[in-house]
Structures are given as C-alpha cells and as structure tokens.
C-alpha cells in the first residue's frame, strides 16, 4: 500500500511545478519533499522526476499517480472532516493561504484568536497571490484563503468553492506631499492622467486593476517601476520617482513626505474567503470564519 504522505508530496509537486513550492505548500523543507518522491519512486519502482535545468519535472507516470492521488486526497479529507465533525471540535491541521496585506492586516489577530481557542488545532499560512490562492483552494491545497478582487476585475472562482464576503478595503493615491496634486482634498480619476506609476508585476490582480482604471479613463498607464511590495512602492513615492495606488489594509503609517488622497470615484478591494463548500462543517473550518470575520469587523 502506498504511503499517503508520499503520494501528498507528490500531488504539491504536480500543483505548484517545483520541489520548492510544493514544500513551501506542505510546510516542509525541499529535502523532505524530495526524499518523501525518492521513497515513493523506490516503493512504486517507477521513475516520477526528471531533472530539466535547474528544476524538474514529473514523468507521464507521476502525472497519472498524481491524478490518483488527488482523489485520494479528496477522500481522506472527507474522512477527517468526518471524524473532526464526531469530535465536536477544531483538530488536525489548517493551511491558510493569504494575499500579502491580508496575511499582515487581518490574520495574525485571527490566527491568535484561532490558537487560544482552538488549541488541538495547527493552523499553517502560506502567503499566495490570489489567483494562485484560489486555485490551492480547489486543487485541495489549502484549506481556506483569503482574496481579494475588484469589481472591474473580479477574482475567478470553481464550482464547489464557497465565499464568505468580509468587505470593500479602499485604496488611496499616494504621491509626495510637494505634488500638485497633493493639494487637492480628492482626486478625480481623470487627474491622473499624464503621472508616472510604481505598481505590482503584470498578472497581479492589484496591477490589472490600475491598467484597466487607466486605460478606462482614456490613456495607457506609464508603470515605470514594477515591484512585488507595497512598502518598496511607497518608498519610490517618497523619493518623488512616481505615483502608487495602495490599499489601506496592512498598510503601516506613510513616512515623512508622503500623504494620502482619496480617488473619486473611489477604488476599493472586495476581500472575501474562499473554502471547498464539501468542508463547511468541519469545525476548524467554521472556526476559521469566525475568528478571521470578528478580526475583520474588530479593525473596520
């Protein structure tokens, strides 16, 4: 028989494409994943990674073993809930994925709230994107993540995937405080036309939403520094270098030189959970919700 941990290691290779991402999923280091494939090669006496450059990639048979242990999975996990249902209470493991302001402004009061609540419970956060969090969702990956969309580019979402709605997360223009437009109590859309912009990557949801913004408003956006995180795009706002639309979640006091002018009409975030709906009475599910909604209202 084999090995479920094995075969669960496997299954985070074939979703994330890397012994990497699959032991940054599992909690793991990427020597545990790659010994866990190694026995699971020895116990099958089949070949499921070969090397390609720096990486790997899954052979035609560990594509087919991963298929199988995907359904497995789904099974096992519908026995835990199961059993946790007859416990009547939060155990076993949580993996709670999160988008980055998310994991910063809303869930270490949650997680804190979940730990002195819920002590048999170990809950693990994995910091994701929300389109790669919505997909460890439905690929069974991760438990519950928190997301956010716009309402001009709204988050894709499978079928069998349920959502708690929490609310909007306004965002503000940021410029530097010598900025002509720093003298305006609001700022229509229209006046950001002609600025230079710091942003987040293209095919990050928050990017996708200043190009389309713009280009709505009649102009193609000049996004002349692209970077992963909010605070470097403050910091290259403060240096008088461009412009940024930042939301207010996690976002910690602006430095000196620095203010913040609200858009009209105004930009916001919807921010939600997503969870499988097969999974909605387990406790440690229902737990989750509520610590991560009173959390959500407590600081809005």
């Given at each position: 028989?084999?090995?479920?941990?094995?075969?669960?290691?496997?299954?985070?290779?074939?979703?994330?494409?890397?012994?990497?991402?699959?032991?940054?999923?599992?909690?793991?280091?990427?020597?545990?994943?790659?010994?866990?494939?190694?026995?699971?090669?020895?116990?099958?006496?089949?070949?499921?990674?070969?090397?390609?450059?720096?990486?790997?990639?899954?052979?035609?048979?560990?594509?087919?073993?991963?298929?199988?242990?995907?359904?497995?999975?789904?099974?096992?996990?519908?026995?835990?809930?199961?059993?946790?249902?007859?416990r009547g209470r939060a155990v076993g493991r949580l993996l709670v994925a999160a988008f980055p302001?998310?994991?910063?402004?809303?869930?270490?009061?949650?997680?804190?709230?979940?730990?002195q609540d819920c002590p048999d419970l170990d809950v693990r956060l994995l910091e994701s994107d929300?389109?790669?969090?919505?997909?460890?969702?439905?690929?069974?990956?991760?438990?519950?993540?928190?997301?956010?969309?716009?309402?001009?580019?709204?988050?894709?979402?499978?079928?069998?995937?349920?959502?708690?709605?929490?609310?909007?997360?306004?965002?503000?223009?940021?410029?530097?405080?010598?900025?002509?437009?720093?003298?305006?109590?609001?700022?229509?859309?229209?006046?950001?036309?002609?600025?230079?912009?710091?942003?987040?990557?293209?095919?990050?949801?928050?990017?996708?939403?200043?190009?389309?913004?713009?280009?709505?408003?009649?102009?193609?956006?000049?996004?002349?520094?692209?970077?992963?995180?909010?605070?470097?795009?403050?910091?290259?706002?403060?240096?008088?270098?461009?412009?940024?639309?930042?939301?207010?979640?996690?976002?910690?006091?602006?430095?000196?030189?620095?203010?913040?002018?609200?858009?009209?009409?105004?930009?916001?975030?919807?921010?939600?959970?997503?969870?499988?709906?097969?999974?909605?009475?387990?406790?440690?599910?229902?737990?989750?919700?509520?610590?991560?909604?009173?959390?959500?209202?407590?600081?809005?």
């Amino acid at each position: 028989m084999m090995d479920l941990g094995r075969l669960r290691a496997l299954h985070a290779v074939a979703v994330h494409g890397s012994v990497g991402g699959a032991a940054a999923a599992l909690g793991f280091t990427p020597s545990a994943v790659s010994q866990q494939i190694a026995k699971l090669e020895r116990e099958t006496r089949t070949v499921l990674l070969e090397k390609q450059g720096r990486g790997v990639v899954l052979t035609d048979a560990a594509r087919t073993l991963a298929d199988t242990a995907r359904e497995v999975l789904a099974l096992v996990e519908q026995a835990e809930v199961t059993l946790e249902r007859q416990r009547g209470r939060a155990v076993g493991r949580l993996l709670v994925a999160a988008f980055p302001t998310g994991a910063r402004g809303v869930l270490p009061g949650a997680l804190a709230a979940l730990r002195q609540d819920c002590p048999d419970l170990d809950v693990r956060l994995l910091e994701s994107d929300p389109y790669q969090a919505a997909e460890l969702v439905a690929r069974g990956e991760v438990d519950l993540a928190l997301v956010q969309d716009w309402p001009t580019v709204p988050l894709p979402v499978q079928d069998g995937l349920s959502r708690l709605d929490l609310g909007n997360d306004p965002v503000d223009l940021l410029l530097p405080a010598e900025h002509p437009l720093a003298a305006l109590a609001v700022v229509p859309v229209q006046r950001l036309l002609g600025q230079r912009w710091t942003s987040v990557p293209p095919g990050n949801i928050c990017h996708d939403w200043l190009v389309r913004t713009l280009r709505e408003a009649g102009e193609e956006p000049d996004v002349v520094y692209q970077v992963g995180e909010f605070e470097t795009q403050i910091a290259l706002v403060r240096a008088g270098l461009g412009l940024g639309l930042v939301p207010r979640l996690g976002r910690g006091p602006l430095p000196p030189g620095v203010v913040a002018r609200p858009v009209v009409p105004e930009p916001a975030r919807r921010v939600f959970v997503l969870w499988r709906t097969r999974t909605s009475r387990r406790p440690a599910v229902a737990a989750a919700l509520a610590a991560v909604r009173a959390q959500w209202d407590a600081t809005h």
